[in-house]
């Protein structure tokens, strides 16, 4: 049994632990671990405090995936609920859906009984302020919701290499089972509506039992052109080794072309129980629990060079 999870799973990594030592299933420890960092309102990736759209509303994506049967639920541009990956789970289990978008995630949210709340918090909210009135002239930014255009406030606001963020959590129960979550606020400042690589399987999350799983942060972008999550279980179930299959999806990042590319972070579990983690950045670290450990490891991931460019 073991957790795997990008860095800021740490807040989460050891309930999901505990329930997978309390015999509950993979499913449930992925969603238990990620329910702690969508109620932190320190992380301004994820959840509760997550920095909002460039018009100030906070839009979560969040999905999970069952590497058992291979079913999946996901969320999109959800607004008002704090707890997008406990909704995802219930379109997986509920529907004959995989993936509900806007009002009509929130609608779905309400018929389930979840609780609505305001979800920008007021740091996030000072923060979404100070970054747009950086570039932007009062009467502009006072009558943001009216503006007819604002690609080129998006392009100028969203700083990749700080924007961004989401978590992700792999884990594996007594049965062998592995599933797969990953939740987000998605990038800072990002036009309305815009959907990143989290609700979207085999872009930013895949989980197959028979191979491992993998789940994504980074440009999200991205990770939907090279279906980067897929990428690297199909490598694994071609036969490469969990070194070169992560290697491998990383390098396929690196063919993509265009105005907009930037960073690109992966973990992975193999069928056997094994993580590994690689990024685009040198020195990023993710984290993983055995249930036979006291505390979780923070480990390096490895690196693979691909090129960045912004506008
Ligand atoms: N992958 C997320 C997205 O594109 C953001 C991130 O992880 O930085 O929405």
Known sequence: MIVVASSNGIVGIQTAVQVLRAGGTAVDAVEAGIRLVEANPDDHTVGYGGYPNILGQVELDASIMNGRTLESGAVAALQGYPHPISIARKVMEELPHVL???????????????????????????VWQERLQ????????????????????????????????????IAQDAHG????????????????????????????????????????????????????????????????????????????LADLHGRFLSVMNIIALDRHGQPAAFSSQQGKTYIYQRADMVEPIEALRTFVAIPTRWG
């Open 134 to 169: 950086r570039h932007m002239p009062p009467e502009l930014f006072a009558n943001l919701h009216a503006q007819p255009a604002l690609r080129d406030w998006v392009r100028l606001a969203t700083d990749p290499e700080r924007a961004g963020g989401t978590v992700n959590f």
């Open 177 to 252: 089972d592995i599933a797969c979550g990953v939740s987000t606020s998605g990038w800072a400042w990002k036009y309305p509506g815009r959907l990143g690589d989290s609700p979207i399987i085999g872009a930013g999350n895949y989980a197959d039992n028979r191979y491992g799983a993998a789940a994504c942060t980074g440009m999200g972008e991205m990770a939907i052109r090279a279906a980067t999550a897929r990428s690297l279980v199909l490598y694994l179930k071609m036969g490469m080794t969990l070194a070169e299959a992560g290697t491998e999806a990383m390098r396929d």
């Open 100 to 126: 509900l978008a806007g009002a009509g995630a929130a609608r779905f949210a309400a018929e389930m009984g979840f609780t609505a709340q305001e979800m920008l918090t007021p740091e996030a909210q000072r």
